[in-house]
Antibody
Framework: QVQLVESGGGLVKPGGSLRLSCAAS????????MSWIRQAPGKGLEWVSY????????FYADSVKGRFTISRDNAKKSLYLQMNSLRAEDTAVYYC??????????WGQGTLVTVSS | EIVLTQSPGTLSLSPGERATLSCRAS??????LAWYQQKPGQAPRLLIY???SRATGIPDRFSGSGSGTDFTLTISILEPEDFAVYFC??????????FGQGTKLEIK
């Protein structure tokens, strides 16, 4: 079955960096767009970034543009999110999500990123 | 950017009752709308896509309807496990594909 397992979250100081990873299994990873979606504590969902199956296109929310970089390694069936210049407002659970037809058909369990001094 | 507004913010019902949740888009999204369920401490789960198609494994007490700007998620007979937060999301045109702010379905 489809599994998405995130890792790399943790506590980081404002201005710091963090790299999230997502290990995919149970499906043909290279055939699917993938995305990172986040949820601040007690808040709603925000689409952070997505990447096409062949890495031909990427999208970033305005709130992270220029600071976050999404990438993937189809051979390793892995998705990444490099987060630089982190701010307090980036504090959230970050979900790795498989995209099918532009909707989110499978979600990982999430990894918590806390930005605080 | 398309804005989705969900109503009500909180819905208090009892098991066995019928739930009707609304999602309104600021401009037409055709039928490019999905619904998700999120329970405390868990990731969201896809319920409905294409406004009215149930995702794999979703019970038939869940149904979606609507097109254009007005959409409805109906739970015909509430089970105890259905009390959760529900989000709608559009995927029309190009990103960003925004989410609604959510409706909390709580036990009365």
């Amino acid at each position: 079955q489809v599994q998405l397992v995130e890792s790399g979250g943790g506590l980081v100081k404002p201005g710091g960096s963090l790299r999230l990873s997502c290990a995919a299994s149970g499906f043909s990873f290279s055939d699917y767009y993938m995305s990172w979606i986040r949820q601040a504590p007690g808040k709603g969902l925000e689409w952070v970034s997505y990447i096409s199956s062949s890495v031909g296109s990427r999208f970033y929310a305005d709130s992270v543009k220029g600071r976050f970089t999404i990438s993937r390694d189809n051979a390793k069936k892995s998705l990444y999110l490099q987060m630089n210049s982190l701010r307090a407002e980036d504090t959230a659970v970050y979900y790795c999500v498989r995209i099918y037809g532009d909707y989110c058909d499978h979600w990982g369990q999430g990894t918590l990123v806390t930005v605080s001094s | 950017e398309i804005v989705l507004t969900q109503s009500p913010g909180t819905l208090s019902l009892s098991p066995g009752e019928r739930a009707t949740l609304s999602c309104r888009a600021s401009q037409s999204v055709s039928s490019y709308l999905a619904w998700y369920q999120q329970k405390p401490g868990q990731a969201p789960r896809l319920l409905i896509y294409g406004a009215s198609s149930r995702a794999t494994g979703i019970p038939d007490r869940f149904s979606g309807s609507g097109s254009g700007t007005d959409f409805t998620l109906t739970i015909s007979i509430l089970e105890p496990e259905d009390f959760a937060v529900y989000f709608c999301q559009h995927y029309a045109a190009s990103p960003p594909y925004s989410f609604g702010q959510g409706t909390k379905l709580e036990i009365k």
